[in-house]
């Protein structure tokens, strides 16, 4: 085994034959479509050399496997003992790496899925070369822009991908991005949804300066990013760590304010005790939220920090309010709150105005 990478669920092996083997040749996988036919060719049940054809079901499959979803679709057999095998185009070109399927018995029902060669070949290249994989690395944590996130920030479609938190130390922080961006480009490559981001991102050569074009505050700025090494931020981020707390107990000290479903207090010293709270996070505390309410649903609890209300900061839960109300006079349906959890991580969260007034 010259290297693997769990992301992908693919490895390289070095074997020494006894006589030349015949390679077959990579194709682009870019160049598939719809409906084309595709032959898988494996080993299941222990039947090697088994030939199965097909057609291709689908492209760009995300089936919650990794960070890097993006399968081909075929209902080509694939079974137990297909993984690691050719999915052939019809001139004999292998697109894809037969890897999953989608079966309540364990057998074939038609529903397979295979690693297409455009992801598959630079990993394949890194791991030959080096051993290891070595992605390039942002530094964020993103957010997918839905229907009321978009409404609330003013856009006029839902895309890009939405920063939730950037990592202290990481080269989005270095590099000015914050908390509330959306971006909508990444080195000259549009970003239609988020889970397009961790793709290119991971694709563009460690240390390159990139331009990143975001929407911040309603306008579109470009920002200058060096890309780091995903996997020393991945150690970056496991040392910082994260303490967790606990918060049941929906009476909260200083002066209480009703807003929107939730009822809101200052953060006082015995607060932060109470509940948990890190030091570093500075807001509005939310005592409780109302049994029903629009807040209930999108799973706010008490002892949660409103750290941000249409992406201007609060301190207060008068100043929540009237942030609010700013909002509904401004004609906006949804008010986007920046939310700090119980483990101080940080999430963007709407709540429609319209429905709570």
């Known amino acids: 085994v010259l290297g693997r990478d769990t992301k992908t669920d693919l490895a390289v092996l070095q ?29 299941p049940f222990g039947f090697g050399g088994t030939v199965t054809v097909g057609i291709v079901s689908a492209l760009e499959r995300d089936i919650n496997s990794g960070p890097y979803d993006n399968f081909i679709q075929t209902d080509a057999s694939i079974n137990r003992g297909n993984s690691g095998g050719p999915l052939f185009n019809m001139d004999g070109e292998v697109v894809g790496i037969n890897t999953a399927i989608i079966s309540p018995t364990g057998g074939s029902i038609g529903i397979g899925f295979a690693i297409p060669s455009e992801l598959a070949l630079p990993v394949i290249e890194q791991l030959r070369e080096f051993g290891e994989t070595r992605r390039g690395w942002l530094g964020v944590r993103i957010q997918q822009v839905t229907d009321e996130i978009a409404e609330s920030l003013g856009m006029e479609k839902a895309m890009g991908a939405l920063v939730g938190g950037v990592t202290e130390g990481g080269p989005a922080e270095k590099s000015g991005l914050l908390a509330g961006d959306v971006v909508l480009k990444f080195d000259g490559k549009d970003v239609p949804e988020m889970r397009d981001l961790p793709r290119i991102v991971a694709d563009t050569a460690v240390g390159k300066s990139v331009d990143v074009v975001v929407l911040r505050k309603g306008e579109e700025i470009t920002v200058e990013v060096t890309l780091g090494r995903l996997e020393e931020g991945e150690k970056l ?111 963007f969260v709407p709540l429609r105005i319209c429905l709570l007034y």
């Open 15 to 43: 074997v020494e034959p006894e006589k030349p083997l015949t390679a077959v040749k990579l194709s682009d996988s870019e160049d598939l479509r719809v409906g084309d036919w595709v032959m898988a060719i494996g080993n």
């Open 237 to 347: 981020m496991a040392n910082q760590g994260a303490g967790e707390g606990s918060a049941d107990d929906p009476d909260a000290p200083g002066k209480p304010e009703e807003v929107l479903g939730l009822l809101l207090g200052e953060i006082t010293k015995e607060a932060r005790e109470q509940y948990k709270i890190a030091e570093d996070v500075e807001g509005v505390l939310v005592a409780a939220v109302a049994p029903g309410s629009a807040a209930e649903e999108k799973r706010i609890a008490a002892g949660d920090v409103i750290v941000e209300v249409g992406q201007e900061k609060v301190a207060s839960p008068a100043e929540v309010k009237e942030r609010i109300e700013e909002l509904k006079k401004a004609g906006r349906k949804s008010a986007l709150l920046l939310i700090a959890s119980k483990n101080s991580e940080l999430s």
